[in-house]
């Protein structure tokens, strides 16, 4: 049974830092992963991902502000966020793919987390 639990989320003033780990348990290093986030009234949208063979991806929002990684011994995935910004707002989830799969969009993750909350504020 695959499980996935985020921490890390709190509230931080704009150009704040903060990071983001999600425990995993069911899963390996070779589930691809990524996160998303909410943001009230908004869908929901991919924000990073990681290929099982190790390939990483943004959003162009947060390109060379964010950064995802995975400790694979500790069965955990990272993201590192700086210079964040109101508009990074919003619940952020963790999500699993299948075994040897390459996923990018929603649909393709069959596991989430429960989410952490992100606020960004002016």
């Known amino acids: 049974q695959v499980q996935l639990g985020e921490s890390g989320g709190d509230s931080v003033q704009a150009g704040g830092s903060l990071r983001l780990s999600c425990r995993a348990s069911?899963?390996?290093?070779?589930?691809?992963m990524g996160w998303f986030r909410q943001a009230a009234g908004k869908e929901r949208e991919g924000v990073a991902t990681?290929?099982?063979?190790?390939?990483?991806g943004y959003v162009a929002s947060v390109e060379g502000r964010f950064t995802i990684s995975r400790d694979n011994a500790k069965n955990t995935l990272y993201l590192q966020m700086n210079n964040l910004k109101p508009e990074d707002t919003g619940m952020y989830y963790c999500?699993?793919?299948?075994?040897?799969?390459?996923?990018?969009?929603?649909?393709?993750?069959?596991?989430w987390g429960q989410g952490t909350q992100v606020t960004v504020s002016s």
């Open positions: 999500a699993a793919c299948r075994r040897w799969t390459v996923c990018y969009s929603d649909e393709s993750f069959e596991h």
């Open positions: 069911g899963i390996d290093s070779s589930n691809s």
């Open positions: 990681i290929q099982w063979r190790g390939a990483v």
